[in-house]
């Protein structure tokens, strides 16, 4: 039944106008009921503040060796402040890859402003992020049931089974999307939240799609102030399995430090609340564009693109981060090399950098190279609703003309064939390397990068090498999606790479 609720949620999302629903007795008595089974309506409209902190896991979706799990994990130590008289939210969040390394980042949205802080390097928050904060609060568990009994439009939908358990479900609107509480018929707690709103679209997922992003709250616990409160946070995004958060504690209306909820004047004057948010249409196309070989033009940026010209089309290696930053892509190249068709594209890995501009391609009617390994998320990628917000292919859908690498596939001939390989690491599972034998020019996906101390990964430098040993690849140079050419032989000398 999660899933059905799930898509019919996102279907809801789609729709412009959200239709209007008179007032729901119903809805309004099972909201009522909840409201007395966390504490009383009374004692949840007074609750000024909530801190909590918590420990628990990511699972790192967007850079995951595998589409479905298991998957790459960040360690979180989350600290959280909720001042709903001041409608102010501060999240302390400490993040730890083991063994890559850690990092500390505080998020605070108070009066309308909101400040990201690194460490002790603080900085004004995107303008989207005050709005953010507001939709955690308002959905935040002590404060949902209120929401929800609040919109004019909440109203009762079909019960369903949530763990083998029936439910009763209110739906209600915030800010203009689609949200849904589920409710135990047993205990009267709500135990699942669901949203697909601004909140549920911040970062990679704003790639996704159709976001529906789900909470399941659960070891609900008592607290001495009357107010129970779940102590376990199970978050998923499209029905996949985004975060996991344990409490460890929880105050309710405990005085705190006013100046945890106070933007530093100087952040605050600098916060422009007209800047647009963050959108990945209005990415710019990298500005250093560079013939790294003839007929070979690397577009290097945060995530780095090559147009190859094979003299009869064009083949480009990887799509990154949009649909939009695509038809970039595809404006540069119709201007570079004006009347050659794109022949194909190929993105080399299934972490989302690599393939998020897939669909812009296979709306033109683009072939789409990807590895075996990556067909799920490949093909996720594809069929998902973009109706909320239609690219191409959303607004004419075609069937994409994918074709998976499992062995030695070659694009083109002449001097700038390109021969695609898996690189079956370890590491490297999901990544395939396009070999231009004309060039012995190799570029190796994103197994590893290099820094101000070297290269990050000797295990994954090693499986590069292996696997061009393998194919027996006589490489002089080679990039990556985060680095422009390099002589091959600075890898053999990767200390602990050696195969």
């Not at 070891?219 to 958060?245: A, H």
């Not at 480009?316 to 050659?340: D, N, Q, T």
């Not at 690219?391 to 700038?416: C, E, F, H």
Request: proline residues 8%; aromatic residues 8%; neutral net charge.
């Amino acid at each position: 039944m999660r899933h059905r609720s799930v898509t019919a949620l996102a279907a809801a999302c789609a729709i412009a106008a959200v239709p209007a629903f008179a007032a729901d007795p119903a809805a309004t008595a099972i909201l009522k009921q909840a409201l007395a089974a966390q504490g009383g309506e009374a004692l949840l409209r007074g609750v000024k503040t909530v801190a909590f902190e918590s420990a628990g896991y990511r699972n790192m979706l967007e850079q995951s060796e595998r589409p479905e799990g298991p998957y790459l994990v960040e360690f979180h130590e989350l600290s959280e402040l909720h001042d709903h008289a001041r409608h102010a939210l501060r999240r302390q969040l400490q993040v730890r890859v083991p063994p890559a390394g850690s990092y500390t980042q505080t998020t605070l949205a108070a009066n309308g402003v909101a400040m990201q802080a690194w460490g002790e390097r603080q900085m004004p928050g995107g303008s989207q992020e005050p709005q953010l904060a507001a939709e955690a609060l308002a959905l935040s568990p002590e404060r949902a049931l209120l929401t929800a009994l609040d919109a004019p439009d909440a109203h009762r939908e079909a019960d369903q089974l949530v763990h083998g358990v029936p439910h009763q479900v209110v739906a209600f609107t915030l800010d203009g999307a689609p949200a849904r509480l589920y409710l135990s018929q047993y205990t009267h707690l709500p135990s699942a939240l669901e949203y697909a709103g601004p909140a549920a679209r911040s970062g990679y997922t704003a790639y996704l799609g159709d976001v529906v992003q789900r909470t399941n709250w659960g070891f609900w616990r008592l607290d001495k102030s009357g107010l129970r409160y779940p102590m376990q946070w199970e978050i998923q995004v499209n029905g996949m399995p985004d975060r996991t958060l344990m409490l460890r504690s929880l105050k309710v209306d405990a005085p705190y430090d006013p100046a945890l909820t106070t933007v530093p004047e100087a952040v605050t004057v600098r916060f422009d609340p007209k800047r647009p948010p963050s959108d990945p249409a209005m990415t710019p196309l990298g500005a250093k564009r560079t013939e790294i070989a003839p007929g070979v033009l690397l577009i290097e940026s945060a995530w780095n693109v090559a147009i190859v010209d094979q003299g009869d089309g064009l083949v480009v290696i990887e799509a990154p981060f949009s649909s939009a930053y695509s038809s970039k892509v595809l404006a540069e190249a119709e201007a570079r090399y004006p009347g050659k068709p794109v022949k194909a594209v190929v993105t080399t890995s299934d972490s989302w950098p690599h393939l998020a501009g897939i669909r812009e391609y296979a709306a033109r009617g683009i072939p789409v190279y990807a590895l075996d390994l990556s067909s799920p998320i490949v093909k996720r990628t594809l069929e998902a609703s973009y109706a909320g917000r239609p690219d191409a292919l959303q607004q004419a859908p075609r069937k994409a003309d994918l074709r998976l690498v499992a062995g030695r596939t070659v694009i083109g001939s002449g001097p700038n064939r390109i021969e695609l390989y898996p690189i079956r690491g370890a590491v490297a599972e999901r990544q395939m390397m396009a070999w231009l034998p004309g060039h012995r020019l190799l570029y190796g996906s994103d197994p590893f990068q290099k820094d101000s101390t070297g290269y990050n990964s000797p295990q994954a430098v090693s499986e590069l090498l292996q696997a061009a040993a393998r194919e027996r690849l006589d490489v002089d140079r080679f990039f990556m999606m985060h680095m422009p050419p390099a002589p091959f032989g600075e890898l053999r000398a990767v200390k602990g790479s050696e195969g």
